[in-house]
């Protein structure tokens, strides 16, 4: 065995930390070999895609989007508009974003077209723009009022820029009593809080205003005190009650006015009352409910952009009301009645002497005039004791007609229909999913016509019924009479023996009685102020 120790050892023999420094060195070596080799083919790919494509410039649209951002939010936070109101746009409009940043990026490219080399536009504002869009979703339904309970209560704060718990403060503003003309037409404009109107014995105007403002200091709440005042202004038969309002406040108006004038009130956040009027009332609201009670002449309704409750009693006139609507009660009405919009809670009324229109995007309905009650709801529409035609069409409810005292028609589908008339009158009940059952009076005359498929056909009355997967049944009951006509697909058709003829329909009360349905309550009438 050999003592020669190996050629290039050190002296003393191998260091193994010097030999995992000198190990680790080369590995750094080839990891910089490796990412420098990745830079330069990275370098040559954008060299080459920048030469086929172009070089990347800025879009104009994302610099705008930070621009229109920042002014809207400048003209929030200096109140020169609210930001309920900025919302409630916005959730209708919001579409209007994305042409504008589509029809400036065509612009780019029109442009762009013209180049001698070609270019990329940049892409980074696609994200801010996906947020607006979200936004956007979000107060359309927000405005639309899909948002349940939660949205309702959540709406009731005055501002979404009050909601951190400024502190309030309250004064009550000196009345005002004013000389208006006999049969003058007064209006109200209150953007932030609740108009109350009643009449009074003599010719004045009387006009008191409980203020409210969310200030840090006494100093700010006078700011804002001066700035929502009511102020009256008569000119002529015309007589102006407004509150400017703020974001930071809400003014609630107690007015009195001579019971020959008509009112007009334009409302924003907060409910409308109304007692003891002769020349009729029009309310524009967009935040609130509506409450009216004795009135005489025609009542007009129009709900812009919330979903409020609205509620009449002992109404002598027409009623038109217009719009999204939570709850709707009527009762003792001398005129006709017209409801067209989307009608999201419960729907009651009863005693109206002249005809009922209602409109919605599910159902359209015409009674000729209404001495019993009507209900609607999501699920079900029912009429009870009505005069004159009915015409129903609508699509997922239980339809039930009940001492109709005139001629029927019916659409449905997806529910059930139910008709009873009182006596021998014509009816057409068509209901393309479900069944439709007939109730006659034992001594009824009629002519019958009608057919089902998939479904069956069961008659109290000597009729003829034929066929198998789809029947019909044909014939006449007593001597013959008004034509029936029933139809059911995917449903069955119950012809019934009903029981007595029931009594006359009752007449509309002369003097209004207050409503027997234990959700219709008649509004409280306001007090009178007392001048100070």
Not at 31 to 42: G, I, M, P, S, V
Request: glycine share 10%; charged share 20%.
């Amino acid at each position: 065995m050999s003592t020669v120790p190996p050629p290039n050892v050190p002296p003393g023999g191998y260091d193994p930390r010097t030999q995992w420094r000198v190990y680790r060195e080369q590995q750094k070596a080839a990891w910089r070999a490796q990412r420098d080799a990745w830079k330069a083919q990275q370098y040559a790919y954008k060299a080459k895609y920048q030469h086929a494509y172009g070089p990347r410039v800025p879009s104009v649209v994302g610099p705008l989007i930070l621009v229109a951002i920042g002014v809207v939010w400048l003209l929030i936070h200096s109140g020169k508009i609210s930001g309920s109101a900025f919302w409630t746009w916005y959730g209708r409009w919001w579409p209007l974003m994305l042409i504008a940043a589509g029809l400036a990026m065509l612009a780019e490219w029109a442009l762009d077209l013209k180049r001698e080399t070609p270019v990329r536009r940049g892409g980074g504002f696609v994200g801010v723009l996906i947020l607006l869009a979200v936004l956007g979703f979000a107060a359309s339904g927000w405005t639309r009022g899909y948002w349940g309970d939660w949205r309702s209560n959540w709406g009731d704060r005055d501002d979404f820029f009050n909601v951190f718990g400024e502190p309030q403060h309250d004064l009550d503003q000196q009345a005002q009593s004013i000389q208006i003309p006999e049969n003058a037409s007064v209006q109200i404009e209150n953007p932030r809080g609740d108009v109350s109107i009643t009449s009074g014995d003599s010719a004045n105007i009387e006009v008191q205003a409980h203020q409210v403002a969310f200030a840090n200091s006494d100093e700010e709440a006078k700011k804002i005190f001066d700035a929502e005042q009511a102020r009256v202004t008569v000119s002529g038969s015309a007589v102006l009650v407004k509150s400017d309002g703020t974001n930071k406040g809400r003014s609630n108006l107690t007015v009195t006015v001579p019971k020959s004038a008509h009112v007009s009130v334009h409302s924003g956040h907060g409910d409308v009352t109304a007692a003891n009027l002769n020349g009729g009332v029009t309310i524009n609201s967009s935040h609130g409910d509506v409450h009216l009670s004795v009135i005489k002449g025609s009542v007009q309704v129009h709900f812009s952009t919330d979903k409020g409750d609205f509620s009449a009693h002992q109404v002598d006139g027409d009623i038109t009301a217009e719009g999204n609507c939570n709850d709707l009660t009527l009762s003792e009405v001398t005129g006709k009645v017209s409801i067209n919009g989307e009608l999201f809670g419960d729907v009651h009324m009863e005693n109206v002497s002249g005809p009922v229109h209602v409109r919605t995007s599910v159902t359209e309905m015409d009674v000729a005039s209404l001495p019993g009650d009507l209900t609607l709801n999501s699920d079900n529409l029912r009429v009870t004791q009505s005069k004159g035609q009915v015409r129903v069409i609508t699509h997922s409810k239980d339809v039930d007609l009940t001492q109709i005292y005139g001629d029927m028609y019916v659409e449905d589908r997806d529910g059930r229909i139910a008709v009873e008339p009182a006596a021998s009158y014509a009816v057409e009940a068509k209901n393309r999913k479900g069944d439709v059952e007939l109730s006659l009076p034992p001594n009824a005359r009629a002519s019958i016509s009608g057919n089902t498929r998939n479904g069956d056909v069961v008659s109290d009355f000597p009729l003829s019924i034929s066929g198998d997967e789809s029947k019909s049944v044909s014939g006449t009951i007593g001597a013959g009479g008004p034509k029936v006509v029933l139809e059911a697909e995917n449903g069955d058709i119950h012809i019934k023996r009903g029981d007595e003829a029931p009594p006359a329909p009752p007449a509309v009360s002369a003097t209004p009685a207050p409503p027997n349905a234990p959700h219709l309550k008649a509004p409280k009438v306001p007090a009178a102020p007392v001048t100070q």
